[in-house]
């Protein structure tokens, strides 16, 4: 009889062990899941992760409980067979047993399907909890205390670097794959982004004087392949508006005078450290798809679109008349040759080279300007963070490109480049 209540308080002991790691180590995103597809079990179970600190009190109450009955009924056994040497006797049998068949095992077991066995235990669970409701109050008010006491603060909500992580990690263990792990990434470092980080700078805009003849604005869509042209009237600091392709072929089609300013669509204007994800509800906002990058002075910064948007989700995309131009490109020595345009924040992640935390710059060409305190020319560069970092290619007024190779063994990280 004896034996027979000491393997039911050490299966006991085991159930609630399995229990306690299996709702520690419970993914509640699977369990929401199931719950949506009709599964009451894994609704049950989700319901019980909402109050962790009265779930856990349960538990360990439980544990405890069981696993002192079993070691003083083990010592009264023992203790009646071998005298004053039971109680050793007792205390090595019940070491041995908790450990290996209320512990170690059950916990092993659990770790490896911890929904499985957080929907088993439920139910018990739950009868438990509204048993011990005021055992769980009572520790609910000492928690509080032995938090005012020491000052304990809650660790808050989940950071975008805790997130990135778990991103990492569901792509390493293979729960998402390569392209959806970086479109993750994307999105989670989409709110922070601002526009001058992707904008197409002043340099490189296409526009056009609101003067210019009709025939060279055909022209210019002819050749380029831009949907929409921006035009300026004296200085590109004085853009007045957007004129789109459509609108300009269907005027000079049906109309033979054509007045450009009466076909130029009103054009938004925004600081240069606008976040993207405010930009966005601009965009929707005045159901346009341009906006003029401008600076405190007012003058243009350059010109940002939806596209450029969609890009920093989804990478470059191309249509049939883009020439791919490749920002970061490998070279046979290993070094990299990396266009002056590009995003400067995205060259040290591929290049894994540690930040420059003082640079204002956006693009590598910018930084390797400010860094030199001058416009660097070919063969030009400086070592940082392991690498050496020198011009390629460059105009007496910007840097076109730049090669990048680490200064140790000549090579780069196998990385690739989302571009």
Same mark, same amino acid.
């Given at each position: 009889m004896d034996a027979a209540v000491l393997a039911l308080l050490i299966m006991l002991s085991a159930y609630f062990s399995a229990t306690e790691t299996a709702f520690s180590g419970v993914n509640k995103i699977r369990l929401k899941s199931m719950a949506a597809d009709g599964n009451r079990k894994a609704a049950r179970a989700l319901k019980l992760t909402e109050n962790f600190d009265k779930l856990l009190t349960t538990v360990l109450v439980g544990n405890n409980v069981v696993n002192i009955l079993a070691s003083s009924i083990a010592t009264v056994v023992f203790t009646s067979h071998f005298g004053e040497a039971g109680v050793t006797v007792a205390t090595l049998v019940m070491t041995v047993l908790l450990l290996i068949f209320s512990e170690i095992t059950p916990k092993s077991m659990a770790k490896e399907a911890p929904e499985r066995f957080a929907m088993a235990s439920a139910p018990v669970i739950g009868v438990l909890q509204t048993v011990l409701t005021p055992v769980n109050w009572l520790f609910t008010v000492w928690k509080k205390m032995i938090a005012k006491l020491f000052q304990v603060k809650d660790g808050g909500a989940i950071t975008d670097d805790e997130l990135m992580t778990i991103v990492d990690e569901a792509q390493n263990e293979?729960?998402?794959?390569?392209?959806?792990?970086?479109?993750?990434?994307?999105?989670?470092?989409?709110?922070?982004?601002?526009?001058?980080?992707?904008?197409?700078?002043?340099?490189?805009?296409?526009?056009?004087?609101?003067?210019?003849?009709? !025939?060279?604005?055909?022209?210019?869509? !002819?050749?380029?392949?831009?949907?929409?042209?921006?035009?300026?009237?004296?200085?590109?600091?004085?853009?007045?508006?957007?004129?789109?392709?459509?609108?300009?072929?269907?005027?000079?089609?049906?109309?033979?005078?054509?007045?450009?300013?009466?076909?130029?669509?009103?054009?938004?204007?925004?600081? !240069?450290?606008? !976040?993207?994800?405010?930009?966005?509800?601009?965009?929707?906002?005045?159901?346009?798809h341009m906006a003029v990058v401008v600076d405190e002075f007012g003058g243009t910064v350059g010109i940002i679109t939806m596209e450029d948007i969609l890009e920093e989700l989804v990478g470059e995309i191309w249509d049939e008349n883009d020439e791919i131009i490749r920002e970061i490109e490998r070279c046979e020595d290993g070094g990299y040759i990396v266009a002056g345009i590009a995003s400067l924040s995205k060259v040290f992640e591929v290049m894994e080279i540690e930040e420059d935390e003082e640079t204002q710059a956006v693009t590598i060409s910018g930084w390797l300007t400010e860094r030199m305190g001058k416009i660097p020319q070919v063969g030009e560069g400086i070592e940082f963070g392991g690498f050496r970092i020198s011009v390629s290619e460059a105009t007496p007024k910007r840097v076109m490109y730049v090669k990048i190779i680490r200064i140790n063994d000549g090579s780069l990280p196998t990385q690739q480049a989302r571009i």
């Open positions: 293979g729960g998402i794959g390569e392209n959806q792990g970086e479109l993750i990434r994307s999105a989670i470092e989409f709110s922070d982004l601002e526009v001058v980080h992707i904008l197409t700078p002043r340099v490189n805009i296409l526009a056009a004087e609101i003067s210019t003849p009709p !025939k060279k604005f055909a022209s210019l869509f !002819k050749n380029n392949h831009y949907s929409r042209i921006p035009v300026y009237k004296g200085t590109i600091d004085n853009i007045v508006g957007i004129l789109h392709e459509r609108d300009f072929y269907e005027k000079m089609y049906f109309d033979k005078e054509i007045d450009i300013a009466s076909m130029l669509i009103s054009v938004e204007y925004i600081p !240069k450290n606008t !976040k993207i994800s405010e930009l966005l509800r601009i965009f929707q906002h005045a159901r346009c």
